[in-house]
Every structure is written in C-alpha cells, then in structure tokens.
C-alpha cells in the first residue's frame, strides 16, 4: 500500500549519474587515517588508502541517484541502511578517480521502503577499483512495490556465536572524533557537529559518522585478520544498527564463516550497533 499517493520514480531505475572525478592525494589518505585513529603505517604514511576511504571519492555521488526515484517530501525520512564494498585493488596516492551511480531496486515494507544504490569507482585507464552497494531506507514509508534488484545478502548465521571469535577487539571513539572526521572524509552533515541539530532530529545528541565507525572496525579486522595488509581485503560489507556516540567504547568480534570469510559485529555495552557484517580476504 502507498502512502500519500505519493511513489517512487520508476523511471529513475537505472539511470545513471554523470562521472564525478576526484584526485587522490597523500595528505588526503593521511587526514582520514589520523581522522579515524588507524595505526596502520602504511595508511599513515599515505602510502596506500584505508579501506573505508573508498567513500570519499563516491561521496558527491552517492544521494544522486535518489534525486532521480525519491519523492522530495520523504528525502528528510532517509536513512543510510547497509553498505557493501567489493574492493579490486587499493587506492594508493598520485591517481584521479572517476565514479559513478544508479539506483538499481527498491523494495515497499510495512515500516518503510529499502534503495540499493550501486557505486562504481574508475581509474583513469579505466580499470575498475571498487564496487558498493549502498542501502538506503526511508522510514515509515512504504511504496507498495519490489522492483529491480536489492543489494547482495550478507546476514550473520547466529550459530557462529557458540565458537569462540578469532577477532575481539575493543576500541575508543574520541570525544573530539566527529570534528576530526568530517573535514577529512568531506562529510558536512550537521547531526555529527551540531548537539541542538542532533537533539531536533530526535537523537541523543551529536552521533558518530557511520562510516567513521566502520573505518575503526576496519583496521581492526585487518589487523587480526590480514597482517595489516590491505590489499587481502576484498568485501566488507554490513549494517549500521544503532549510533555510536562520541566518547564511547566499541567493541567488534569476528568468526570464522568459511575460507578467507568472516561474519562480524560491533556493540557498545553489548548492544549491536554494526550487524551483519562480512569480511572476505584473499591470499
């Protein structure tokens, strides 16, 4: 059932977004590291991106695609659901990327509607660098409609839990780590700045970036996992659950889910915060 009369543009499926070219810079690829308290020397020395810095590139594109199938009245009801990196190969200082966007499905539920928005990343010779899927969901809002195709699954099988987890890993996000985040990963949005901005969008007050949050769980697992080496990393992929505030502890534990495969989740004071996470090394 739809609600308002309003729906998505199914003429906006698939289309896609005009090229967006972005240069990477050393002192870029250090900003974030140091922005995302990453103790890897060779994303501190700039030598090689973070994983999550993936989203800076993309970033310009990534709520285009919406402009063309969400209803203007419900983009203040959107939500960043999920995200699912395929990584290629690293991103290392000294190249321009190109990247691009296009909805790809949707999906009507009783308290709300789920987008998948696919991202592509180029480099100039237009080898192919990352993939994402990036879900979003707008609350309280169902289209009435499944149409296209949703973003791979990447669930956590719960029997998992009765082994004992081959990352466990607590880590602190810093009272002043919004503040350090947004200029270095271009992120401007106010909840994460402003406590009366956050308190009016009916949060706690200033919440920690999602993807600030994944950056930390990222070094983490690349470091139980990988030997620091972020080339083995080739899918990272999960939910963002709940807020994570400034100031709070968070703690993430990985179990082995097949080979190069892990399931993961992250929680403060036990309670998920990052779900359904996956990660996929190679050798």
């Known amino acids: 059932m739809t609600t308002e009369t309003l729906q998505f543009n199914e003429a906006g499926l698939g289309v896609w977004t005009e090229p967006q070219s972005f240069e990477v810079t050393r002192e870029r690829i250090v900003a974030y590291a140091e922005a995302t308290n990453d103790p890897i020397a060779a994303h501190l020395a700039g030598d090689v991106a973070s994983p999550v810095f993936a989203i800076v590139p993309v970033f310009t594109s990534l709520m285009e695609p919406a402009l063309n199938v969400v209803p203007l009245p419900l983009f203040g009801k959107v939500l960043h659901g999920e995200q699912d990196f395929r990584f290629h190969r690293p991103i290392v200082p000294g190249e321009t990327l190109t990247s691009r966007s296009r909805m790809t499905g949707w999906e009507g539920l009783p308290n709300g509607t789920r987008a998948c928005v696919y991202l592509e990343c180029r480099a100039a010779d237009g080898e192919l660098v ?8 707008v609350r309280g809002f169902d289209d009435g409609r499944k149409v296209g195709e949703l973003a791979p699954p990447h669930g956590f099988d719960d029997a998992l839990r009765a082994g004992s987890p081959a990352v466990d890993v607590t880590q602190h996000i810093d009272d002043d780590q919004t503040f350090r985040y ?5 992120d401007p949005m106010p909840i994460h700045l402003d406590e009366e901005v956050a308190r009016d969008a009916g949060l706690p ?3 920690a970036h999602g993807f600030c949050v994944l950056a930390f769980t990222s070094w983490a ?3 139980a996992l990988a030997g620091d080496d972020t080339a083995r990393l080739k899918r990272l992929a999960v939910r963002f659950a709940k807020p994570v505030l400034p100031g709070q502890d968070i703690r993430t534990r990985a179990w082995r889910a097949g080979d190069g495969a892990y399931a993961f989740e992250t929680t403060v004071d036990d309670v998920p915060v990052l779900k359904d996470g996956l990660v996929e090394l190679g050798a």
Request: glycine share 16%.
């Open 221 to 223: 697992l690349l470091g």
């Open 130 to 137: 990352n993939e994402q899927h990036v879900t979003f969901f």
């Open 205 to 207: 007050g200033i919440i």
């Open 182 to 186: 947004s200029p270095a990963s271009g």
